[in-house]
């Protein structure tokens, strides 16, 4: 199943997005997928409403704006330095535990929606990562399986980075991942079953057409599901939160000469069985 959320921004409507690229309109039935639906077993409700009354549900029109497939969730917890390949790139050691850092909520955008370049920045990147949306309490997970069950779904989350805010500027890598519009999300949220293994997704990312990034999730040091187990030990993840997983090689700090994104530039983005996305950067206002 995928979820999606269309319309203007702050008026989207849940919906589900069907093989045949229909788009469901569930918004005479749910209110948004936000952590209330997702606590309430809201996937078990839409696929018996969707099996149930498949011909009566509304259609929405394909030129309606994509928004971010879940509402603003309550923590976006990101992974640093989370594939072999890309500690390689970076000359970095692997990490024995996962390196995490927490990125503003207010920066989940929707996955065609305009990356804004923030005043004075010279070094904004671009990072491509598998994001996992949890879909239940967890809180001390006993085991790595227990996590399976926790996952609410996959999308496509785009780390947007600016480097020098990030490292340069007293070392708070939070200040350089909050910027405004710097999590493009979606364009949908896949369940688990429809994806499968997600330790075996390809993955790229362009700028202005030129590929930049170029890997797969089976390099990740830690995969998902050892995330959620791991997160749940030192904090409680809510229904709705998201978890960004990290991103192979190519960014922009790594290239020789280091390369950063400015305003007119275009990334596209893909992740197996997850879709696409589009942004156009362009100046903060």
């Known amino acids: 199943m995928k979820l999606a959320r269309f319309g203007l921004v702050g008026h989207e409507r849940p919906a589900v997005v069907m093989d045949s690229g229909e788009r ?28 149930d009354k498949l011909s009566e549900l509304p259609r929405i029109d394909t030129s309606a704006r994509v928004g971010s497939p879940i509402a603003r969730p309550g923590k976006v917890i990101c992974i640093g330095l989370n594939y072999s390949d890309h500690a390689e790139e970076s000359g970095m050691p692997i990490p024995a535990e996962p390196i995490i850092f927490l990125k503003a909520s207010n ?17 904004t990147d671009w990072e491509v990562e598998l994001g996992v949306v949890i879909g239940k309490e967890a809180r001390y997970l006993d085991s790595v399986e227990d996590s399976k069950s926790y996952i609410a ?43 499968g293994d997600p330790q075996t997704l390809s993955m790229r990312l362009s700028v202005n057409g030129l590929e930049r990034q170029r890997g797969n999730t089976e390099k990740m040091i830690f995969g998902c599901d050892y ?18 997983t990290g991103t192979p090689p190519g960014v922009g700090l790594g290239l020789k000469p280091p390369t950063y994104l400015k305003k007119g530039d275009v990334v596209e983005l893909a992740i197996e069985k997850l879709g696409l996305q589009k942004q156009t950067f362009v100046a903060s206002e």
């Open 24 to 51: 469901l309109d569930l918004s005479g039935y749910f209110s948004d997928w936000n952590a209330e639906f997702f606590a309430q077993d809201g996937l078990v409700q839409v696929r018996q409403l969707v099996s």
């Open 107 to 123: 920066t989940v955008v929707g996955p065609y929606d305009d990356v804004r370049i923030p005043r004075g920045s010279q070094k």
């Open 153 to 195: 779904g996959f999308a496509i989350s785009h780390d947007v980075s600016e480097r020098e805010f990030q490292l340069e500027r007293g070392g708070q890598w939070t200040k350089g991942k909050s910027c405004d519009t710097f999590n493009p999300l979606g364009p949908v949220l896949v369940t688990p079953d429809e994806v």
């Open 227 to 244: 995330l959620v187990h791991y997160l749940s030990q030192f904090m409680t993840l809510e229904p709705g939160d998201l978890i960004s």
